[in-house]
């Protein structure tokens, strides 16, 4: 039965042996080939519309969210480009830019992603599945790297768990892909083995990743999925990572129920924490706990995800090089957040 209030405690998490040999090694790699920086990466949506919407554990796929989310419905841009903005203030840094598939026409896409980077002041990361020639020769001037969603390597799970998102595009898309750094992100908790980490390995190494995502399934209501993975098997699949590729940035998912997961995350030899709902949490005295646990692991938290800046926001999107309408809009969005910042709403009463 799938479980919405299964949170983990710092108490309940119990490795074993095998696990805490290789977490201990990994760390160990960490250090000999990283200073400690760690940082919070935002993957920015920009949809929840997805016209393929058939990977199984996806919370697209199923009908409430059909229903609720028509083909017409995409953020604004304003709201988007607030959470740029917040991503420049914050320090946090942009884990890439997604949203279903087919949401809006090309060319215009390729204008968000340039209004984005506007804001951001950097190129970024995307993740918007199989792009071609064309598409990638657009989107160049403010794109630095490509994410490949794989989910899974296994080729027969990944045939059952994503029917309509097949492997071989991506692997072809990798192969000739030149000038954009490279990454892929998978879901640990979907039927694999520790052994099927193997394909993975394959795929970094045949295509030279610069980076690897790696989640804990969530499990979505009304999806075949009721369960995240263990904390051994999350934590075996990054710290197996680190050791195989030592100089591999591995950006390690979380979530509110498994937010006390992040030291062992860092243990493990994970560079970077993403998936933690920072808007909504931010301040709160989870998000707090988080920034604890990494930097009691003598990490260099450089994201801010509890004290807001005493700073002129206004002043700060009257200074972006972006159309006048917009700012308007991001400064009537940002009432909204401020407020939310600035009272933050702690869900979980025992931390
Ligand atoms: S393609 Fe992506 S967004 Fe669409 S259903 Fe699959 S996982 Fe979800």
Redesign the pocket.
């Known amino acids: 039965m799938y479980n919405p209030n299964k949170f983990l405690r710092v108490s309940q998490i119990k490795l074993s042996e095998k696990t805490i040999e290789l977490v201990e090694k990994a760390g160990k790699i960490y250090w000999e080939n990283f200073d400690g920086k760690t940082w919070y990466g935002r993957c920015i949506f920009l949809s929840w519309y997805?016209s393929?919407?058939?990977?199984s554990?996806?919370?697209?796929?199923t009908d409430k969210h059909k229903h609720m989310h028509a083909e017409d419905s995409r953020r604004s841009l304003a709201s988007v480009l607030l959470e740029a903005l917040f991503c420049k203030i914050f320090n946090w840094r942009i884990e890439f830019l997604t949203?279903?598939?087919d949401i809006i026409p090309y060319d215009e896409l390729v204008e968000v992603m340039k209004t984005v980077s506007d804001v951001y002041g950097e190129k970024i990361w995307l993740n918007l599945?199989v792009l071609n020639d064309e598409r990638l020769e657009k989107c160049r001037p403010y794109v630095k790297g490509i994410c490949a969603?794989m989910?899974t390597l296994n080729p027969n799970l990944h045939e059952k768990v994503?029917p309509?998102?097949p492997i071989k595009p991506y692997d072809e898309m990798f192969s000739k892909l030149k000038g954009f750094k490279k990454s892929a992100a998978i879901i640990v908790g979907l039927g694999e083995q520790l052994e099927d980490i193997q394909y993975l390995f394959d795929f970094v190494e045949k295509h030279e990743l610069d980076r690897i995502t790696v989640y804990a399934l969530k499990p979505v209501a009304d999806t075949p999925f009721t369960e995240g993975p263990e904390p051994d098997d999350n934590l075996s699949w990054i710290a197996s990572l680190r050791i195989r590729f030592p100089k591999l940035e591995i950006i390690a998912g979380t979530n509110l129920r498994r937010a006390e997961e992040v030291g062992y995350l860092m243990k493990a030899g994970a560079n970077a924490i993403t998936k933690f709902p920072a808007t909504k949490q931010f301040g709160t005295k989870k998000a707090k706990f988080v920034e604890e646990l990494i930097k009691a692991e003598k990490r260099d938290f450089v994201s801010n995800l509890s004290v807001l800046p005493n700073i002129d926001w206004d002043g700060e999107i009257d200074k972006l090089p972006i159309k006048n309408e917009l700012k308007e809009e991001m400064k009537k969005k940002l009432v909204l957040y401020l407020k939310k910042f600035q009272n933050p709403k702690d869900i979980d009463k025992n931390l």
């Open positions: 997805c393929n919407a058939t990977c554990f996806c919370f697209r796929s949203g279903g598939y599945g969603s989910e994503c309509k998102k």
